[in-house]
């Protein structure tokens, strides 16, 4: 599963950068789990992404954007 957004605009660019930028190893990272959990649903986990983390992301980039990609991570 490609974690990247199908529309970027719906995420902050903070956390579009932070997930071009690791997109390799996330979908690694997705696929493996995803052989361990085959009922994983891709499209529930991407808007867990834009409801819960996106909203982190935004949050600390305001504060800390030094710590944006660790706590993304």
């Not at 902050?12 to 997705?30: H, K, P, T, W, Y």
């Not at 959990?37 to 949050?59: C, N, Q």
Request: proline share 7%; hydrophobic share 45%; charged share 30%.
């Amino acid at each position: 599963m490609d974690l990247a957004p199908e529309s970027p605009a719906k995420l902050s660019d903070a956390f579009v950068s932070i997930l071009r930028s690791g997109r390799a190893e996330f979908n690694a990272q997705f696929s493996e789990a995803r052989r361990v959990y085959p009922d994983l649903d891709g499209a529930a986990f991407r808007e867990f992404l834009r409801t819960h983390v996106d909203p982190l992301i935004r949050a600390i980039e305001q504060t800390r954007p030094d710590c944006a990609a660790e706590v993304a991570m």
